[in-house]
């Protein structure tokens, strides 16, 4: 089974800019959760996504969004980039929604210059 | 919402020895604990995980004790070998899973 697939592995944007992450599940797993990963402050938590509609939303700016697509493929979308958004994107899938074994993918490096 | 604390940041044994890593977690509704494993440049893998149900669960030289009238929970891991240098991240969940702040385990040959 092909595991949590996340493109692109890099990204180098400027201030301002805005980019759009994509995030393939495991096959059959319904459920998409997003994280930001920065040094010391571990995994915070973005939003997650269940059967297209998002089920719970972190606490980050309305410039963070997200979608599901019928094939319970992600994208995430951040606006107006800041330098600090700079982390590492890490999307994680589990077969259902609530207190599921996630399955991470390899990340997006955005890099804000 | 959720707030879980992971301690020590930090953490360097030698191996063979025992490492300890705790967490505290706020929401008495979490009901799943699980802890994962992320080498450097990889990505995080659940290694073992527990239910509110149960005080304790074992793999191998992994345990997981969880106190829920305290409300923590500890990962323990014994004759520690260089392949468990990793950091470290402890979960609580009453959904979404809210991340401790990780713990940089060093094991020292």
């Known amino acids: 089974k092909a595991g949590v697939t996340q493109t692109p592995r890099y990204l180098i944007k400027t201030r301002g800019q805005q980019v759009t992450l994509s995030c393939s599940p495991i096959?059959?797993?319904?459920?998409v959760s997003w994280y930001q990963q920065t040094p010391g402050q571990g995994l915070q938590f973005l939003f997650e996504y269940f059967s297209e509609t998002q089920r719970n939303k972190g606490n980050f700016p309305g410039r963070f969004s997200g979608r599901q697509f019928s094939n319970s493929r992600s994208e995430m979308n951040v606006s107006t980039l800041e330098l600090g958004d700079s982390a590492l994107y890490l999307c994680a899938s589990s077969f259902s929604t609530g207190n599921e074994k996630l399955f991470f993918g390899s990340g997006t490096q955005l890099s804000v210059l | 919402g959720e707030n879980v604390e992971q301690h020590p940041s930090t953490l360097s044994v030698q191996e063979g020895d025992s490492a300890v890593i705790k967490c505290t977690y706020s929401d008495s509704a979490s009901n799943y604990f699980p802890w994962y494993k992320q080498e450097l440049g990889k990505r995080p893998q659940l290694i073992i995980d527990i239910r509110s149900n149960v005080g304790e669960k074992k793999d191998q030289r992994i345990a997981v004790t969880l106190n829920k009238t305290a409300k923590h929970f500890s990962l323990h891991i014994t004759e520690t070998q260089p392949e468990d240098s990793a950091v470290y991240f402890c979960?609580?969940?009453?959904?979404?899973?809210?991340f401790g702040k990780g713990t940089r385990l060093s094991v020292i040959a």
């Open positions: 096959s059959g797993h319904r459920s």
């Open positions: 979960a609580a969940s009453d959904t979404p899973l809210v």
